[in-house]
């Protein structure tokens, strides 16, 4: 089975930038896409960006674009997400995400779920 720990979380000043990790452990890394999500207090999750399994491809939410990057390093199990010039509305909590096959990176249908790690920007 598949294990998936996010870390990197914090409070940071608006402006500021952070880099989160994902860890995984158990089955294929390597041939998964990975995705980041976030959760604000009473909001839907949504998507913020997603990778393929090479990391040949990447795709962004319009919310990321210019401020965020994922990437990957197969040979760590590990992905992450850079985010820079961070807004107070980039508070929530961000999850990693695992998709087994098919690149489908915006939809809520992946395979395996990180608890999350809590994101706070302060003005």
């Known amino acids: 089975q598949v294990q998936l720990v996010e870390s990197g979380g914090g409070l940071v000043q608006a402006g500021g930038s952070l880099r989160l990790s994902c860890a995984a452990s158990?089955?294929?890394?390597?041939?998964?896409?990975m995705g980041w999500f976030r959760q604000a207090p009473g909001k839907e999750r949504e998507f913020v960006a997603a990778?393929?399994?090479?990391?040949?491809?990447?795709r962004n939410a319009d919310s990321a674009k210019g401020r965020f990057t994922i990437s990957r390093d197969n040979a760590k199990n590990t992905v992450y997400l850079q985010m820079n010039s961070l807004k107070p509305e980039d508070t929530a909590v961000y999850y990693c995400?695992?998709?087994?096959?098919?690149?489908?990176?915006?939809?809520?249908?992946?395979?395996?779920w990180g608890q999350g790690t809590q994101l706070t920007v302060s003005s």
């Open positions: 158990g089955g294929t890394f390597s041939s998964y896409t």
């Open positions: 995400a695992a998709r087994t096959t098919g690149w489908n990176p915006q939809s809520r249908s992946y395979d395996y």
């Open positions: 990778i393929s399994w090479n990391g040949r491809i990447t």
